[in-house]
C-alpha cells in the first residue's frame, strides 16, 4: 500500500534532501507515525524541526 504524504510535509522534505533520503529509508510503519505527528503541526516552522529531526536529531524515533 502506498503511503500518501500530507502536502506541508512533502514539501519540508522537498527542501531538505538529506532528510528525505532518511525518511525514505523508514519502514512503512516509522513512515505512518511520522505522517500521524504531522497532524499536530502548527505551523512551518514546526513542520521544519519536525523534518529536521530526521538527519539531525541522533535519538529520533518515529
Known amino acids: 500500500m502506498k503511503i500518501e504524504l500530507p502536502l506541508g ?6 527542501q531538505n534532501e538529506q532528510a528525505m533520503k532518511k525518511f525514505e ?13 504531522t497532524h499536530s503541526v502548527n505551523s512551518k516552522s514546526e513542520m521544519d524541526r519536525l523534518v529536521n ?8 524515533a518515529f
Not at 25 to 37: C, D, G, M
Open 53 to 60: 529531526s530526521l538527519c539531525c536529531d541522533k535519538g529520533a
Open 25 to 37: 529509508l523508514l519502514s512503512e510503519n516509522e513512515k505512518r507515525a511520522l505522517i500521524e505527528r
Open 9 to 14: 510535509l512533502g514539501m519540508a522534505l522537498a
